[in-house]
C-alpha cells in the first residue's frame, strides 16, 4: 500500500476521458475504497454499500449460489467523477466487506459440472459489458489473492506502481512472474506495461 495505485488508476481515468475522450470503466476491487470514495464521495458509497450495490455482493453471491443478490445495472455508476471535462468515466464500486470475502472465495462452490472458477466470478458477471468501453482499468489490492486475479483475468495488460526504494521494489520481478504464470494457466495473454514511479 501506499504506491499510489489508486491515484494512478483514477489519473488514468481522467486523461482518457478528458483528453481523449475515451470511455472508461475504472473497477474498484480494492477493499480500502479509495477509488470508489474519490469518483463518488463518501455518502453516496455510504449509500450503495448498505443496498449491497458494490462488488463485494458479486462475491457474496459466490458463496451462496442459491440466492443471487448482485444487480450489475444498480452497481454500474455512471459518469462519475468531478473533472467536468471527464465525462467518460463509470464505475463498479468497492467495498470494506471485500477484506471478508477474499479468504471465503477458494472454498466457494463450484457449482453444477464444477463450472463456476472462482477467480472467473467478476468477468462472467461483467463480460456483456465490457465492450461498451474503450479502457477498464482495474484498480487492486496489494496482492494476489483470489479478488485481484479476478481483476487479471479480464485484463490484456497490467502496471506496477511502486515508489523508489529497495523494499517497495524488491517483490517486483515475483510479481511479474506470478501474473505470467497465470495468464499461461488461463490460457491469456496479460503484457506487463511497466513500472510507475
Known amino acids: 500500500g501506499g504506491v499510489a495505485k489508486t491515484t494512478t488508476s483514477v489519473a488514468l481515468a481522467e486523461v482518457f476521458s478528458a483528453e481523449m475522450r475515451k470511455k472508461v470503466l475504472i473497477i474498484d476491487l480494492d477493499p480500502q475504497t479509495n477509488a470508489t470514495i474519490m469518483l463518488l464521495g463518501e455518502d453516496k458509497w455510504l449509500e450503495l454499500n448498505s443496498q449491497g450495490h458494490t462488488l463485494a455482493q458479486l462475491f457474496k453471491d459466490a458463496m451462496n449460489p442459491d440466492v443471487k443478490k448482485f444487480n450489475l445495472d444498480a452497481t454500474l455508476q455512471k459518469r462519475v467523477g468531478d473533472v467536468q471535462e471527464a465525462k467518460g468515466i463509470d464505475l463498479l464500486p468497492s467495498s470494506l466487506d471485500l477484506i471478508d470475502v477474499q479468504d471465503q472465495l477458494a472454498a466457494a462452490p463450484s457449482g453444477k459440472f ?65 501474473v505470467g504464470e497465470f495468464a499461461q494457466a488461463i490460457g491469456e495473454e496479460i503484457e506487463p506495461l511497466g513500472i510507475v514511479i
Open 114 to 178: 464444477y463450472a463456476v472458477n472462482p477467480v472467473e466470478l467478476l468477468w462472467r458477471a461483467i463480460k456483456s459489458k465490457l465492450d461498451d468501453y474503450d479502457i477498464v482499468i482495474v484498480d487492486c489490492p496489494p496482492n494476489l489473492g483470489i479478488v485481484t486475479l479476478n481483476g487479471l483475468r479480464l485484463s490484456d495488460a497490467y502496471i506496477i506502481p511502486t515508489i523508489p526504494d529497495h523494499l517497495s521494489t524488491y517483490g517486483i520481478p515475483q510479481i511479474v512472474t506470478r
